[in-house]
């Protein structure tokens, strides 16, 4: 909830502890390793999908967003 509340301290401090206390070195690819950490911070968002619309790698603008949340109920579009 940390994402939605706006504590990103509090993301970051506990994005850190999942990577140290849980990943290896062995997880990550050596050609792609963007491809495993986006996978990791997908996992923990899809468990918003009750209240948002979870989208991955969706294009936006010039470039590409890695993971858009879109409240369903317009209370949540804060």
Do not use: C, W
Not at 39 to 63: D, F, H, T
Request: no cysteine.
């Amino acid at each position: 909830m940390d994402i939605i509340l706006g504590n990103i301290k509090n993301l970051q401090t506990n994005s850190k502890k999942i990577v140290e206390e849980t990943l290896s070195y062995f997880d990550v690819s050596r050609e792609e390793p963007e491809r495993f950490y986006h996978g990791l911070i997908l996992g923990m968002v899809v468990g918003l999908s009750k209240k948002y619309i979870v989208k991955s790698n969706r294009e936006a603008g010039y470039g590409r967003a890695d993971v858009i949340l879109i409240p369903k109920e317009k209370k949540n579009q804060e």
